[in-house]
């Protein structure tokens, strides 16, 4: 199974601010991109304006592979908000790229989700002008 | 190197009722715990000077208290917009506050409607993308329980932890509520009511949850010197500490919080911060007598017992289980039923029992000669506590 949302109850998209652009811009082309320092390498998520390890502000949207592994996960039996149907899992990922991003499977049981499970990117258009990276298991 | 210990006391307390409907405002709770800890030490309201308090919204200002109360003077004053990381801190910063001269004798309170108003668990709330929550809300992570429940996983997983353990922390509690008058929750709890609880989110359960509570409580802190004279035996503040460890994320508003960035969910800032806590105060984790523990979630007190050095990492739940915590074990935890039955005033409820533990008036729930307290906020990525003496 997948998220399943109540459009009665819509997520509001997100505004697009400078630092986020080049986020939502890929996703919204189907490609998971974090950024990444010009000058160290260093990968970051959520976007924000500088590197932590170098202090350069320089920065690129670099493409993911899209893989990763669960690194925990929780499961909602009743949905805190109605616009989420539930029984529905949340996902906290480790990506190849050592970022971590939250998100959900598709395609599985809560049950049958454990640490350390390996997934990869799929694109779900959730409404009009929301897309959402989510992830399903591989192998 | 510059030290805070003993400079600052701890002289009065003040409690409204603890219920699931106050039937008053905020602001009517904020002046009622504020007299009765300014009554509680024997002085007047001519005899303060200060405020502070913390909140996320949903309380009052020190002005609206200053104006209440009819304070002649607040010469200092801070509202600080805070989570549980505000429950030790705010009253360290009023203690630095006094030691640098900004003012002599301070109120700090938490006042909230935390049933009936403002309901910080996020029930009620509309979903907000607007910040980092475009990160998280989206895919239905939309309130702190979840948050929490992913560090609960995540110590399950990486240490052996269980569901039972985390019911002996809600146990524990419970014994020590049902001696206490003041807490919302007194009803005798078994490990089978645990177990049967519905489950909220997986892996926390009803009773890994606290209560939602309706109150306030306020303590009174003035110079040692001044404290000497007072009513109550003065509770001295040893050390403090507040801060955040490397990466620590990014913290939400209003509706949640999460740390994805945090290396290690299962550990928390207090792994780093305890040892400068407790050089500060002179002594190791040995010397504390009673340990007041935030406890929003089973979970956290838990983790705190690992990282604030009571046993090893990854033991806090055997160490639960084991009955160390309990009020007749060798640390005391909780004494007040804690957040998850006495009452959840933000943490702050937990600085009253540990100082009226030391002031020796805790009643039927008094542990025998408890001399040292440790007091925690919340911990995660960040972390605050506080250490009390008689
Ligand atoms: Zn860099």
């Not at chain 1, 998971?32 to 959520?46: A, D, I, M, S, Y």
């Not at chain 2, 604030?308 to 160390?324: I, M, T, Y």
């Not at chain 2, 804690?338 to 100082?355: P, R």
Request: charged share 20%.
């Amino acid at each position: 199974m997948s998220m399943v949302y109540d459009t009665e109850h819509p997520v509001p998209i997100p505004p697009i601010i400078w630092d986020n652009m080049g986020y939502w811009e890929g996703i919204n082309r189907h490609e998971l991109v974090f950024q990444r320092c010009k000058e160290c390498g260093t990968w970051r998520h959520p976007p924000r304006p500088v590197c932590p390890k170098c202090r350069s502000f320089e920065k690129e949207w670099t493409p993911s592979t899209g893989k990763g592994a669960v690194y925990s996960w929780v499961t909602y039996q009743e949905s805190p908000h109605p616009g989420f149907k539930a029984p529905y899992s949340v996902v906290l990922l480790e990506m190849e790229e050592g970022v971590r991003l939250v998100s959900n499977m598709v395609d599985i049981k809560p049950e049958e989700i454990s640490i350390g499970m390996p997934v990869e990117v799929v694109f779900e258009d959730i409404a009009e002008g929301l897309t959402l990276p989510k992830f399903r298991k591989v192998g | 190197m510059n030290n805070l210990k003993d400079k600052v006391a701890i002289v009065g307390l003040g409690w409204t009722r603890f219920s699931t409907n106050s039937g008053v405002s905020v602001k009517n709770l904020a002046l009622e715990s504020c007299k009765n800890a300014i009554d509680d030490a024997g002085l007047t309201v001519k005899d303060v000077d200060g405020i502070a308090t913390y909140n996320i919204g949903d309380s009052v200002s020190p002005y609206v208290v200053a104006t209440g109360l009819g304070l002649p003077e607040l010469r200092w004053n801070i509202e600080y917009f805070a989570g549980a990381n505000g429950a030790t801190s705010t009253l360290l910063t009023a203690a630095c506050a006094i030691i640098g001269g900004l003012a002599d004798t301070v109120l700090v309170f938490r006042a909230m409607n935390g049933r009936t108003g403002t309901r910080l668990g996020g029930a009620g709330m509309s979903l907000n993308t607007t910040g980092i929550e475009q990160y998280c809300v989206p895919y239905g992570l939309t309130t702190f329980p979840q948050a929490v429940a992913m560090v609960a996983r995540r110590h399950m997983i990486k240490y052996g932890t269980t569901s039972h353990q985390m019911g002996a922390v809600a146990l524990t509690c419970r014994e020590n509520a049902i001696l206490n008058e003041r807490a919302v929750v007194r009803s005798p709890l078994s490990i089978e009511d645990h177990q049967n609880s519905k489950m909220i989110v997986d892996p926390l359960r009803l009773y890994d949850c606290c209560q939602e509570t309706d109150g306030a409580c306020a303590v009174l802190i003035t110079s040692a010197d001044r404290a000497k004279d007072l009513r109550h035996s003065p509770v001295y503040l040893m050390s403090g500490t507040h801060g955040a460890g490397w990466q620590s994320g990014e913290f939400f508003g209003k509706t949640t919080a999460f740390w994805p960035e945090w290396d290690e969910l299962s550990e928390t800032y207090a792994r780093t911060m305890a040892s400068e806590l407790y050089g500060k105060a002179g002594i190791t984790s040995k010397d504390v007598d009673v340990a007041e523990l935030y406890d929003c979630f089973t979970i956290e007190p838990i983790v705190q017992l690992e990282d604030f050095g009571f046993c090893e990492k990854g033991e806090g739940g055997a160490f639960v289980e084991s009955g160390a915590v309990r009020r007749d074990g060798h640390l005391p935890m909780n004494t007040h039923g804690g957040l998850l039955s006495e009452g959840y005033i933000h943490g702050f409820n937990h600085v009253l029992e540990g100082a009226s533990q030391l002031r020796g008036d805790a009643g039927a729930r008094q542990i025998k000669d408890a001399e040292i307290a440790l007091v925690t906020g919340y911990c995660g990525p960040v972390a605050n506590a506080v250490i009390l003496r008689r």
